[in-house]
């Protein structure tokens, strides 16, 4: 006959096991049911720029198709100010419940290194997928009288300190690349800050500016007022095939492509961030917005939670380290 105290012990030790599963259980179930519980109310995203441009455009449509999918209002809400910090502090204080999401540039990643007093973390912020991808092109005026890359370069070293480079404002991805431009190919060329792409649109057309790193999506505008001599990434642009990139020729500061991406509250459940990665990459690749990206220059990506989660690492890596080295500070 076992002994009372071993036959407590054994009850005891399957109760414990019990109650193991039980937990386990549990908690596949909540995660479950929070899947299929959400979106249970509206959703909000949050982009932190004024309306009209690139980015709040892209959210619209990303509105328009979450609504038809999941039945619940979904409203963009801009929220511009201190170069997109107030937008995504706004996100980064809500509830971490999937329904308050921010629609950003890759300037969310920069804003922290480019400030002592580091408004936010990149560890605040959940990365969902990228949305579509964007690459900036450096036009030149025409009047410069070149037609290729290493003529500029040669042009601006023959005279230098004489030829200026527009950007979008102080530490903004233009800005950023163009001082790793000039410094890997050793050019003393004035960098000047601008307002945003239509104030550098208006500077170049009237020649008041030599050159400027632009959004494709830019250079409608342009017409034949300005030579393209090279752009950003690794890839040629699928409009552009006849300009090539800096990286093929030798200028591998630049390598990083441009992207407007989505984001959720850090403690976002796991599940949650799933179903709106799985969501939100279906609607990218619907005909309707397939052609809506394409009308405004860009490139739909729609790619999973972990490939844009090593990309949002990798390029978080790469703007630290070209910050550092230019020295750029905005506090």
Known sequence: MPHPLNRRRAIGALGA???MGSGLGGGAWAQDHAAAAYPSKPIRLVVPFPAGGATDVLARHVAKGLQQSWGQPVVVDNKPGAGGILGTKTVIGSAPDGHTLLVHLASVLQQPH???????S???????????RAQLTLAVQKDLGVNTLGEFIALVRRNPGKYSL??????TTPHLQGLMFARQAG??????????????????????????????????????????????????WPSLPDVPTFAEK??????????????APAATPEVIQQKLNREVARILRTPELTTAIEAIDMVAVGNDLQSY???????????????QETGVRLD
């Open 122 to 132: 990149m560890a605040d912020l959940a990365p969902i997928t990228s949305l579509v």
């Open 187 to 236: 050019l003393e060329i004035t960098p000047v800050a601008f307002q945003g792409g239509a104030p550098l649109l208006v500077a170049l057309k009237g020649n008041h500016v030599s050159a400027g790193l632009l959004d494709v999506a830019a250079l409608r505008s342009l017409g034949d007022s300005a030579r393209l001599l090279a752009i950003t990434g690794t890839r040629r």
């Open 17 to 19: 096991l019990g109650a």
């Open 114 to 120: 480019l400030r002592p007093s580091r408004p936010y």
């Open 166 to 171: 527009g950007n979008y404002g102080p530490g």
């Open 250 to 263: 030798g200028f591998h500061s630049l390598d990083a492509e441009g992207w407007i991406g989505l984001f």
């Open 309 to 323: 989660r090593r990309q949002v690492q990798a390029d978080d890596a790469l703007y630290a380290r070209i910050i």
